[in-house]
């Protein structure tokens, strides 16, 4: 709070970055945590927060006659262009939020003073839901070949992976702690995600300090273990996600990558996936095409291209595609690595399980991808993301391609995901915001020394409560698709409109297909529900019947009615006011009164539908309410 | 002219089929003198046989031969076994081409020698001519594929063994698929037994059209002036016209036109009662010719003091120099009260060029992203529809907000300024955004205004046939419509299916409604009496469904598209449409139909049936008991 010296300033102007619309005029507020700025020109109260920890850059523009520029950067790719009145105010705005938005203490992070007023019980589940023993169990493991082991329980093998790590039964501990001394900050190779089918895994780990000739022989033993884990292969993929020139250079650093020949049965492949800095510039690139003022065609796609931004995409993707083929057609297991194996190497490994596996296309699948191959084997989200005032060249876009990835799957695979493109966006912010403990840190060790467990709360809970508008409707089930087997070829990859221009609404389609069907679907949901709640009503002759069913049909009117969504570009005012979930305000009383028909009726006979053992997290997210049984 | 003669070889046996994302099949080839046929005995003789191939001939835009020689030594002039003929560019290594009959013969019946077969042109290889039974056993053991691209960017290959069989079925083909004369057409034979003949041919369009608005103006009126296609070729017997201009105006006025265009009504906007009109371009000429006539029926669109605009789809330097042919655009002096606008819009070669271009990078699987953007990017097609959707919304925004008239025009005004009008009626008008509304559109502003669908459909990307008039203005407009779709799913009661089906039939069809360049043609060749209506046949219920848009619901508002270019996409669906599976996709639209329909019933079983069976229960009680 010591940073903001002025907390409201009065008349300050909001452009918009693309039409010429007339700028809107009002109040900026500066909280402990949020930018607010309320539109005092519009009929409806309009208002826009910007969470500091969002901001990316603040940038002071030379002053014109309207007034002190000052243009805001988000990490969600919010791009916010004020005029301010006073110099005076600009610069004490400017300077409070350059201070709020680069935090130096971790304890000054969002995360420690959210508080959503939830008991202390429930933060606790919140942290439970995701447990990756369960998913290792879902693996079949511990099995003949792989055990989960307790050897970094004190963060001696490697301080950046977690305490509990899955390595080859074979695998004595002289070998594992062998191997640790012969990879780049001990991270060993561990597993990643066994296919079941075959026996065939997806190991991860860093490069290893071979330079121009040293040997490890228990590092061997350890692939030679990984090998003998998956019988039915007489061979193994070791892939460095690295260009070649730059997995050559780091020998002379005395790091470097596997000999073929000092390791039996291996093959060695490189996948050139750029490094952290090329990425942090092709994002600079790209934002910077997304921003030009009405750009012509050519512009747009030359930019596009010169940015290279979809050809780093296109890598990862292939070589997702490759690990998964290996794994599948092969039958072969893989040892992936990069550098430190923390970027490159948890893109590459959680796609691949994504296509490999069902489990992880759905909403706790999703979640136990990111807690597993991101949050637990130690992507340092903190200095990617910025989170605390430090090394610029730390950040990098990394999260946001693999998010980017799973969203080019969606668009060729519509019907594999159970949730949308709207729960990518939701992780996308919270990585950034800061908000949820999840993603403070660079790895698990740090988080426990940050007491993330006792004193924040977990993202996830959060998301599943919203699962309603974050789930897709042409989901077909856990069993409709296994692998998938994604075209790579260039059209398929597709630029992000959604992402990189979220907040630029004039250009994307006037008409969401996504919120109405999510209407269609919850209207559906609901009818049902009334309807056995009907039914289950009839012996207890207790309800005026034939006007609720009258009531009923209004409301099937109602749903079947599509909104009217349209804002053309130049359109003086605003869209006429329609609610994000596409239905008409209308509508909203309507069903909000069966909603409320629904609860009492639920009161009464709670026993009839909700004797199930729900589990709790999903029930609250149902009714959006905590429900104790 | 008999089409036996251009049939070498009516079957092969064995041969083998395959395509992009297909399994191949082996049967029998059948050429018939319009179609290809392949078809498979899959279990023996028992088995009725399946047919595998049922390829309209008209379809193939280009077709290429490669031959393997399996029992010949490789002559000495030949680096590898393998004969790679490249098409033949006429002019180039074979004779030209006769020229074929153009004008008022192109609807009688030619009995003109047929265009002369492409193939002999083999190089080393003289095909044999009369049949010597050395050459034959020679070249028994040999094959050849043949490459069939068609118009609608479909590619097939035919493995035809023996070498003789493989020339001459190509040969054939080619034959074939380059019949000019519109009557010799598959639409003159094809008799579908679901359909009558005169069914579907929209009964007069533009009297329809102007009946709707005679309800709300008296402004307007018809003129049968041009009943006998006298005073305009290309016009329909119909046109809308101001009412106080007399026919002897008319007439005065389509002299200073190019083609006889003289400025027609287009679109009647009803909220404002302005209008939109289109013309050919004014025939000033280098000596600034004037034409009172033509001012006056300008004149009397607009009252004392109003404005107009005049959007010129050249740049004002593309118009300017048009002068020096006899063309011209507007002087401000001459047409004080109409300001006029230029919004280049590329058509004819370039935008022919520009398809091809495109077609090449969507079918090169070898390119990387950077290059891949790259040749988008220079293809330029993503600018040609941008462009079209840019100057369609300045016509619909002169109309709507600036509630000022429109007159549009390029230089013919069949092309660039159809696609302005059409779209901007898509975009202001919800009564054409129905699937009837639709095909009323493209019958009032393509066909019978005249766009010359023959010359610019005669081939698509694939041909290198030298060009002469082709150009995919109306895929463009498809295409337009599409990015239209996409940004407003719920307004288009079509689907992309729509678009696909009336792309494939503009370039080949069983039916007759694209056949020709205006309505004079049609009448000669009684296009109308002979052959049957795409519409019919869309409009068949089982079909229609087909087409229609499951998301579907009325939108009585403009539809302003963004044309910003991160809102402008590349149409998969059709230049995708044979590389790229769409199964996924199609599964997904399954999906939304089902949901959507599902959402019905269950609107429907949760109130009516349960309703019924609660009624129905003798138990329950009513309102009025208790």
Redo the contacts between chains.
């Keep these: 709070m010591e940073h903001i010296t002025t907390p409201k300033v009065e008349n300050v102007k909001l452009l918009d970055r693309?039409t010429n619309r007339k700028a809107a005029s009002g109040t900026l507020y500066l909280t402990a945590t949020h930018l607010i700025y309320v539109d005092a020109s519009a009929e409806v109260r309009k208002e826009t927060w910007i969470l500091h920890h969002h901001i990316a850059t603040v940038e002071k523009l030379p002053l014109t006659t309207a007034g002190c520029p000052l243009l805001i950067h988000c990490k969600n790719f919010h791009v916010a262009h004020f005029v301010i009145g006073q110099e005076r105010d600009c610069h004490e705005v400017y300077t409070s939020l350059l201070k709020l938005s680069q935090p130096v203490k971790p304890e000054e992070l969002y995360a420690f003073s959210y508080n959503p007023k939830m008991s202390k019980d429930n933060r606790e589940i919140g942290w439970k839901l995701i447990d990756l023993k369960v998913d290792y169990q879902r693996m079949g493991i511990p099995n003949d070949y792989w055990e989960i082991t307790d050897l970094n329980k004190d963060y001696e093998v490697c301080n950046t992976y977690p305490p509990e790590i899955v390595v080859p039964r074979a695998a004595s501990k002289a070998t594992v702690i062998g191997s640790s001394r012969f990879r780049s900050r001990g991270r060993i190779p561990v597993l990643s995600y066994l296919y079941k089918e075959n026996n065939a895994a997806i190991c991860r780990c860093s490069q290893p300090l071979s330079g121009f000739s040293a040997r490890c022989l228990e590092d061997e033993q350890m692939l030679q273990a990984i090998r003998e884990a998956n019988p039915g292969s007489p061979f193994m993929y070791v892939v460095d996600t690295r260009p070649k020139l730059n997995a050559m250079a780091n020998r002379a650093a005395g790091k470097g990558y596997e000999n073929e020949d000092n390791y039996d049965n291996i093959r060695f492949k490189f996948i050139g996936i750029e490094n952290i800095h090329v990425m942090r510039s092709s994002l600079q690139k790209l934002l910077e095409v997304?921003e030009t003022k009405?750009?012509?065609?050519?512009?747009?796609?030359?930019g596009?291209?010169n940015s290279?931004w979809?050809?780093h995409i296109?890598a990862v993707m292939d070589a997702s595609v490759f690990l998964a083929k290996a794994v599948k057609d092969e039958k072969a297991s893989v040892l992936v690595h990069c550098s430190d194996g923390w970027d490159r190497t948890a893109q590459v490994c959680s796609l691949a399980s994504l296509l490999l596996d069902p489990f992880y296309r759905a909403f706790k699948g999703f979640m136990v991808l990111i807690e597993k191959e991101w949050i637990a084997m130690g992507h340092k989200f903190s200095h990617r993301c910025g989170h605390l005032d430090g090394d610029p060249k730390e950040v990098s876009p990394v999260f946001t391609q693999f998010i980017e990835c799973v969203w080019q799957l969606m668009q060729?695979?519509?019907?594999?995901f159970e949730f949308n493109e709207h729960f990518l966006l939701e992780i996308h912010d919270h990585v950034y915001s800061c908000q949820f403990g999840n993603f403070l840190g660079t790895c698990h060790k740090e988080r426990e020394d940050l007491k993330i467990f006792e004193k924040t709360h977990s993202l996830w809970p959060f998301l599943l409560q919203k699962k309603q508008e974050l789930r897709n409707?042409?989901y077909?089930g856990f069993t409709a698709y296994k692998e998938l087997q994604p075209?790579t070829?260039?059209?398929?990859?597709?630029?992000w409109?959604g992402m990189y221009?979220r907040f630029?609404k004039?250009?994307?389609?006037?008409?969401c297909?996504l919120d109405?069907?999510l209407s269609?679907?919850n209207?559906?949901i609901k009818?049902?529900d009334?309807?056995s709640e009907?039914?289950n009503k009839?012996p207890f002759?207790d309800g005026?019947?034939?006007?609720e069913?009258c009531f009923?049909?209004k409301?099937?009117c109602a749903?079947?009615?599509?909104p009217?969504l349209?804002?053309?570009?130049?359109?003086e005012g605003e869209a006429p006011p329609v609610l994000t979930n596409g239905i008409s305000v209308g509508d909203i009383n309507v069903t909000s009164d069966v909603d409320q028909r629904n609860k009492e009726n639920l009161a009464n006979h709670r026993d009839l539908h909700l004797n199930d053992s729900v589990d709790v997290l999903n029930s609250e997210a149902k009714d959006g309410k905590p429900q104790h049984h | 002219m008999e089409f036996s003669e251009l049939i070498k070889t009516a079957t092969v046996e064995s041969v083998l089929l395959s395509c992009a994302g297909q399994p191949a099949v082996k049967g029998t080839l059948c050429i018939t003198s319009h179609h290809l046929l392949l078809s498979s005995c899959p279990g023996g003789d028992g088995q009725p046989s399946a047919v595998e191939l049922w390829l309209l001939i008209r379809n193939v835009d280009a077709v290429e031969k490669r031959l393997v020689l399996s029992h010949r030594p490789v002559p000495p002039s030949v680096p590898s076994s393998m004969g790679v003929i490249p098409r033949c560019h006429p002019g180039t290594a074979e004779p030209p081409l006769p020229p074929l009959p153009r004008g008022p013969r192109q609807w009688a019946l030619t009995s003109s020698s047929p265009p002369c077969p492409r193939v002999q042109n083999v190089g080393w290889y003289q095909p044999p001519r009369s049949s010597g039974s050395p050459r034959d056993n020679r070249l028994a053991g040999s094959s050849g594929t043949i490459t069939l691209r068609c118009k609608d960017l479909k590619v097939l290959q035919l493995e035809i063994p023996g070498m003789e069989e493989c020339l001459n079925i190509a040969s054939s083909i080619e034959a074939l698929s380059s019949v000019d004369s519109v009557m010799m057409m598959y639409p003159f034979f094809h008799r579908p037994q679901s359909l009558r003949l005169e069914e579907g041919w929209p009964l007069l369009p533009v009297e329809q059209y102007f009946q709707q608005l005679a309800l709300q103006t008296t402004q307007w009126r018809l003129s049968d002036v041009n009943r006998d296609f006298a005073v305009c070729p290309t016009y329909p017997p119909a046109v809308i016209v101001p009412a106080a201009v007399s026919e002897e105006t008319l007439r005065r006025a389509a002299r200073f036109r190019q083609g006889g265009r003289f400025p027609v009504l287009s679109y009647y906007h009803s909220r404002n009662g302005t209008v939109m009109l289109r013309s050919g371009q004014p025939l000033t000429g280098p000596n600034r010719k004037r034409c009172a006539e033509d001012e006056m029926l300008l004149g009397s669109v607009l009252d004392d003091g109003e404005r107009g605009f005049i959007i010129d789809t050249r740049s004002a330097q593309a118009a300017k120099q048009a002068r020096m042919t006899g063309g011209g655009t507007e002087p401000k002096s001459s047409y004080p009260q109409w300001k006029r606008l230029h919004r280049p819009l590329e058509r004819g070669r370039p935008l022919q060029e520009s398809f091809i271009k495109l077609v090449e990078a969507c079918n090169d699987a070898s390119l990387g992203m950077d290059r891949w953007l790259g040749r988008l990017e220079s293809c330029r097609w993503l600018s040609h529809v941008k462009a079209a959707l840019s100057t369609a919304c300045l016509a619909a925004q002169c109309l709507d907000r600036e509630e000022s008239s429109v007159l549009v025009h390029g230089a013919e005004g069949t092309d660039t300024t159809l696609l302005v009008t059409a779209l901007a009626q898509l975009i202001l008008e919800p009564g054409c955004r129905t699937l009837k509304g639709f095909q009323g559109l493209l019958e009032r502003e393509w066909i019978q205004a005249g766009h010359p669908f023959h010359l610019r459909c005669a081939h698509s990307a694939y041909s290198h046939a030298r060009l002469k008039q082709e150009a995919p203005l109306f895929l463009l407009f498809l295409d337009c419509v599409w990015q239209l779709s996409r940004q407003f799913p719920f307004s288009l009661e079509f689907s992309e299916g729509l678009l696909l089906t009336l792309f494939d039939n503009a370039y080949a069809s069983d039916y007759g409604t694209f056949l020709c360049n205006n309505e004079k043609e049609r009448c000669l060749c009684k296009v109308k009496e002979s052959t049957h209506s795409l519409w019919a046949w869309l409009d068949q219920p089982e079909e229609r469904k087909k087409y229609l848009n499951p998301l579907y619901s009325p939108n009585p508002l403009v539809i302003w598209p963004s044309v910003e270019p991160q809102s402008i996409q590349l149409w998969q669906g059709l230049f995708f449409r044979w590389i790229r599976s769409s199964q996924y996709l199609d599964e997904a639209w399954a999906e939304i139909w089902r949901l959507v329909e599902g959402s019905n019933t269950a609107v429907k079983e949760s109130t009516e049936s349960r309703l019924s069976r609660s009624l129905s229960d003798p138990t329950a009680p009513t309102e009025n008991e208790r």
């Design positions: 693309y997304c009405s750009p012509s065609m050519s512009d747009f796609l030359t596009l291209e290279g979809l050809r296109k060729q695979f519509p019907c594999t409707p042409l077909r075209n070829l260039p059209f398929s990859f597709q630029f409109c221009n630029d004039g250009m994307h389609p006037k008409q297909v109405h069907l269609c679907m209207q559906k009818l049902e009334n309807a009907l039914e009839l002759l005026p019947l034939p006007n069913a009923l049909s409301v099937g749903a079947s009615k599509t009217m349209n804002t053309p570009q130049d359109y």
